[in-house]
């Protein structure tokens, strides 16, 4: 077996799952597949895991690893925010 699996599944709950697909959708499409990775690696080994607990290290995966870059807002030719400056 790869040693990039955990030998033991996760089990998450449906809500869990979901939180953990919607942060996925602002990823760019090469980012999610590492995302996953890494969020898998990081929830190795822990159980009874709660929903906010998920989340935030979901969370943490995506800032630690620079998996997300916020659009940047600035004033455009005619003075107006906008965040494709």
Aim: glycine share 4%.
């Amino acid at each position: 077996m790869s040693d990039r699996w955990p030998s033991q599944p996760l089990a998450l709950s449906d809500a869990q799952l979901t939180e953990i697909f919607r942060l996925t959708k602002p990823l760019q499409p090469a980012c999610r597949d590492e995302f996953l990775q890494r969020l898998a690696q990081a929830l190795q080994g822990r159980t009874d895991l709660g929903d906010g607990e998920v989340y935030r290290l979901a969370r943490q995966v995506i800032r630690d690893h620079h998996l997300f870059d916020a659009p940047i807002e600035d004033k455009d030719a005619r003075g107006r925010w906008s965040k494709y400056a």
